[in-house]
C-alpha cells in the first residue's frame, strides 16, 4: 500500500468453545502449524504487526498455541454470547488510524497468503467497499455457515473480508452468533455498489464438527 492509503489492520476471531467438535478447534493441526498459528501467520503476511487475535473459551491453551508470534491479543470473558461480542471487543480496541479491518476465522484452514492478497488487492483498488469472499455456486456443495450471503448464483460471500471503517458501527452492533453476515447481506442486496466480491474457493471449508476434523487430516495426509 501506498503512503496514504487506509491502515489496514487484521481482527482474528478465536474466542468459541467448539461446542459441536468436542475440543479447541484452534489448536487443530494443519501443515505443521495449529490452525491458530496459521491464522496470525497469514494475518502478519497481510497486515504486519497490525494483527489483533481475539481469545475467549480456553484461552490459555489456545495462548500456548498461538506460538512465540503473537503479538497482540485480547480475551472475550463474554465469549458464549457469540461471534458477533468477538467482533464487537475486538473493534473497539482498534486504533484510531485503523482505516480497515481484515476479519479472519481460526477455523478455515485452506485459506492462503494468495487469497489474502486477492482480497487485499481488491480492497485497495476500492477501500470504501467491502472485499468479501466468494465460494461456492450453484452446482456447490459448500455450506452456508453464518459468515456468508448467498446471491443470485448460489455463492456465498463471507469471510475472510475487509470492511472499511466507515461500517464499523454496523458491525458493532451486530449481536449473536452471526458474525458479519448480516452487513455482508444487507450491502449486498441494498447497495451492491459497496461490496466487491473476490474469488476464494479455499474459504468454502471451516471445522465445526468431528467430520470436518477429520476431512482436514485426510487432506494433509495427501498433501503429505
Known sequence: ??????????????????????APKQ????????LVQRTLRLAAAACGSRTLLVLGAEYSRVLEGAGAALRYFIINEGWQQGLASSLTLGLECLPDACGGVLVLLADQPLVDEADLEQLTAAWCKRPDAIAASRYG????????????GRGDSGAVLGVPAIFPRRLFPEL???????????VIERHRRQHPQDVVAVDCQHAAMDID???DAAALARSTDRED
Open 1 to 22: 500500500m501506498g503512503a496514504r492509503d487506509p491502515v489496514l489492520f487484521a481482527l482474528i476471531l478465536a474466542a468459541g468453545g467448539s461446542q459441536r467438535l468436542g
Open 27 to 34: 489448536l487443530l493441526t494443519h501443515g505443521g502449524e495449529t
Open 137 to 148: 455456486g450453484r452446482d456447490s456443495e459448500c455450506r452456508d455457515e453464518g459468515e456468508g
Open 172 to 182: 458493532r452492533a451486530l449481536t449473536g452468533d452471526r458474525g458479519a453476515r448480516p
Open 209 to 211: 464438527t468431528p467430520a
